[in-house]
């Protein structure tokens, strides 16, 4: 009978070992760390595979014609989106300034003009397949980038 109540005493201990180390884990997780992004945590900042130029094609539909859009993201959270002539030169004056973010599957985009920060926009759901990223809005429009850096 003794040997019982030490088997029960053990299992009771490993038990509340285990829940103990749950319990632990469950903490906040999230380091809301904002290295630099005015408030918006790391882990809102997109992931390495946004980090890069992207070139707009031309209509949303499968063709390999090119636009003259540029988008430029960088690891720290910003964003610039640039009108390009047909050589690929960046148009002087046509450059806009953005913060992105990315939550449950969305890009965010926040404009930054003159000191502004405008609100968050929410450009659609994006995936990236084959260095092509889709960005598709809830009305079903997509637009499509080819990954050129």
Same mark, same amino acid.
């Given at each position: @009978?003794?040997? #019982?109540? $030490?088997?029960?005493?053990?299992?009771?201990?490993?038990?509340? !070992?285990? @829940?103990?180390?749950?319990?632990?884990?469950?903490?906040?997780?999230? &380091? %809301?760390?904002? $290295?630099? $992004?005015?408030?918006?945590?790391?882990?809102?900042? !997109?992931?390495?595979?946004?980090?890069?130029?992207?070139?707009?094609?031309?209509?949303?539909?499968?063709?390999?014609?090119?636009? *003259?859009?540029?988008?430029?993201?960088?690891? &720290?959270?910003? @964003?610039?989106? *640039? &009108?390009? %002539? %047909?050589?690929?030169?960046?148009?002087?004056?046509? =450059?806009?300034?953005?913060?992105?973010?990315?939550?449950?599957? *969305?890009?965010? =985009?926040?404009?930054?003009?003159?000191? #502004?920060?405008?609100?968050? #926009?929410?450009?659609? !759901?994006?995936?990236?397949?084959?260095?092509?990223?889709?960005?598709?809005?809830?009305?079903?429009? !997509?637009?499509?980038?080819?990954?050129?850096?």
């Amino acid at each position: @009978m003794n040997s #019982k109540k $030490n088997l029960w005493g053990l299992f009771t201990l490993i038990m509340f !070992a285990i @829940m103990s180390v749950g319990f632990v884990s469950c903490g906040d997780d999230d &380091d %809301d760390t904002t $290295n630099g $992004n005015d408030g918006v945590s790391q882990q809102q900042v !997109a992931s390495n595979s946004l980090i890069g130029t992207w070139r707009k094609y031309s209509s949303s539909t499968v063709t390999d014609e090119l636009g *003259h859009i540029l988008w430029e993201f960088n690891a &720290d959270g910003t @964003m610039y989106e *640039h &009108d390009i %002539d %047909d050589n690929l030169n960046i148009i002087e004056g046509k =450059t806009e300034t953005f913060k992105y973010k990315t939550e449950n599957g *969305h890009l965010y =985009t926040q404009k930054q003009k003159e000191g #502004k920060e405008y609100s968050w #926009k929410d450009e659609g !759901a994006y995936t990236i397949t084959n260095n092509v990223l889709e960005v598709t809005k809830d009305s079903g429009k !997509a637009n499509r980038y080819l990954k050129i850096k």
